[in-house]
C-alpha cells in the first residue's frame, strides 16, 4: 500500500491552466479506472472533484478535468481562480478493498 | 441535507482504546459502504478502513490491522471505529467519508485523535 506521488506543489497565474500529475503502479491506477481527486482548503475536510478518472460530481465546475495513462493520472485545472487554491489529493482503489492516496500538491494561484 | 458528523476524539496514552463515532444523516446510510480517512498533523491522507454497507465485510490499512475495527449500526445511522494499541502516529484528525463510484463524495468535519503521554 504505498502512496501515489505527487509533485509537492504547482502554480500558475489567474486564466492560465495547470496541471497536476499521480503516478501510481499497475496495482492501483494502471490497473483501475477508479481514480479519484480531492480538493482541501485549510482547515477543512477534502471534497470530491473527480471521480472514475474522468468524471465530474454534480457542482463541481468543468475547470476540472482528469485523465489517465497507463500508471500515471493527471488533474487539469483550466481558468484558474483564486479559490482554486488548495492542496489536491489524488486516490486510486488499489484492489482487495484498499486504496491510497497521493501525497498532495498543493496549488498556489500567483 | 446530506451530512455526516463524527465524535469520541480526545487525547489518550499510547497503548489506550478510543471509539469514534460518525453520525449520518439526509441519505439512506444502510445502502452505501463506508470509509474512515486519517490525516497527520500536517500531513496528507492516509486510507483506514472500508465497511460494506451490510456491516459484514471489513477491510483495513495494513497499518492499522488488528488495532482497529470498523463497525456500524444501521438502525442507528453510526458508522464506528474501535482503536485500540494506540501509537502516537495514530494522532491524526479522522475522517468518516460516504462512498461514491470507488470514491468518497461526503465527508464529515473529522475529529482529532492525540496519542501522547
Known amino acids: 500500500q504505498s502512496a501515489l506521488t505527487q509533485p509537492p506543489s504547482a502554480s500558475g497565474s489567474p486564466g492560465q491552466s495547470v496541471t497536476i500529475s499521480c503516478i501510481g503502479t499497475?496495482?492501483?491506477?494502471?490497473?483501475?479506472?477508479?481514480v479519484s481527486w480531492y480538493q482541501q482548503h485549510p482547515g477543512k475536510a477534502p471534497k470530491l472533484m473527480i471521480y472514475?478518472?474522468?468524471e465530474r460530481p454534480s457542482g463541481v465546475p468543468d475547470r476540472f478535468s482528469g485523465s489517465k495513462s497507463g500508471n500515471t493520472a493527471s488533474l487539469t485545472v483550466s481558468g484558474l481562480q483564486a479559490e482554486d487554491e488548495a492542496v489536491y489529493y489524488c486516490?486510486?482503489?488499489?484492489?482487495?478493498?484498499?486504496?491510497?492516496f497521493g501525497g498532495g500538491t498543493k496549488l498556489t494561484v500567483l | 441535507q446530506v451530512q455526516l458528523v463524527e465524535s469520541g476524539g480526545g487525547v489518550v496514552q499510547p497503548g489506550g482504546s478510543l471509539r469514534l463515532s460518525c453520525a449520518a444523516s439526509?441519505?439512506?446510510?444502510?445502502?452505501?459502504?463506508m470509509h474512515w480517512v486519517r490525516q497527520a498533523p500536517g500531513k496528507g491522507l492516509e486510507w483506514v478502513a472500508i465497511?460494506?454497507?451490510?456491516?459484514?465485510?471489513?477491510y483495513y490499512a495494513d497499518s492499522v490491522k488488528g488495532r482497529f475495527t470498523i463497525s456500524r449500526d444501521n438502525s442507528k445511522n453510526t458508522l464506528y471505529l474501535q482503536m485500540s494499541s494506540l501509537r502516537a502516529e495514530d494522532t491524526a484528525v479522522y475522517y468518516c467519508?460516504?462512498?461514491?463510484?470507488?470514491?468518497?463524495?461526503?465527508w464529515g468535519q473529522g475529529t482529532t485523535v492525540t496519542v501522547s503521554s
Open positions: 467519508a460516504k462512498t461514491f463510484m470507488y470514491g468518497m463524495d461526503v
Open positions: 439526509g441519505f439512506s446510510f444502510s445502502s452505501y459502504d
Open positions: 465497511i460494506w454497507y451490510h456491516g459484514t465485510d471489513k
Open positions: 499497475n496495482s492501483d491506477v494502471g490497473d483501475y479506472n477508479y
Open positions: 472514475e478518472v474522468t
Open positions: 486516490s486510486s482503489y488499489a484492489g482487495s478493498n484498499n486504496w491510497v
